[in-house]
Each structure stands twice: as structure tokens, then as C-alpha cells.
């Protein structure tokens, strides 16, 4: 199993910047791809930004040129860079990783819990 464990969500004023961090843990083989997500109130779970074990990143077009996705150098570690942030961006922020349990395994799609974001006019 992998745990993935969100922090650095917050309240910010429109124009700001946040930053994101997602720790995974657990038992696992290896972890592929990461990647950010995002739900507001009363909307689906939209994708945010990913990047691959290899460092290839996709973004919404809605956050092009303004969130910057990125792995840490610490062990399956993944990163939101958020800046210029709209009231529009507000809403449950979710980590996401794709991993293989074992050497050959199918790969699986593991969820944090999520941190609330939170940009005001």
C-alpha cells in the first residue's frame, strides 16, 4: 500500500503564491507518475498538473505559466509551485501517484487526503 500525505494548503490572497508538498510511504515496488488534482464545491475532481518517474510534466491549460509541478530529490516526494493564484483556484487539492506493489505488478492509483486552498478576492 502507498500513503500519501499532503501539506501546505492554506488561505491567500488573489495574486499570491502557494507551495504543495506530497510525501509518499509505504510498501511498494516503485512509483510512476505523481500528480496534483483539484475538486471545488459542487464540481468534479479535475487534473491539476503530473509528471512522470522521468520528469516529463502536463499541465491544465487553466494553470499554464502558473503552477509548476516538480519531484523532490527525496524519495517519491512531488511538489506544487502555485503562484499568481486566482479565486478560481479554490478547492480541495489532491495528490495522486500511480505505483507498482511489486516487481511486474499491475500499477494502482493511490489519493491523499487532500488540503483546502483557498484564494480570496
Known amino acids: 500500500q502507498v500513503q500519501l500525505v499532503e501539506s501546505g494548503g492554506g488561505l491567500v490572497q488573489a495574486g499570491g503564491s502557494l507551495r504543495l508538498s506530497c510525501a509518499a510511504s509505504?510498501?511498494?515496488?516503485?512509483?510512476?507518475?505523481m500528480g496534483w488534482y483539484r475538486q471545488a464545491p459542487g464540481k468534479q475532481r479535475e487534473l491539476v498538473a503530473t509528471?512522470?518517474?522521468?520528469?516529463?510534466?502536463n499541465y491544465a491549460d487553466s494553470v499554464k505559466g502558473r503552477f509548476t509541478i516538480s519531484r523532490g530529490n527525496a524519495e517519491h516526494t512531488v511538489y506544487l509551485q502555485m503562484n499568481s493564484l486566482k479565486p478560481e483556484d479554490t478547492a480541495v487539492y489532491y495528490c495522486?501517484?500511480?505505483?507498482?506493489?511489486?516487481?511486474?505488478?499491475?500499477?494502482?492509483?493511490?489519493w491523499g487526503q487532500g488540503t483546502q486552498v483557498t484564494v480570496s478576492s
Open positions: 495522486n501517484a500511480i505505483a507498482e506493489r511489486y516487481y511486474g505488478s499491475p500499477t494502482y492509483s493511490y
Open positions: 509528471i512522470t518517474s522521468g520528469g516529463s510534466t
Open positions: 509505504g510498501t511498494f515496488f516503485r512509483i510512476n507518475d
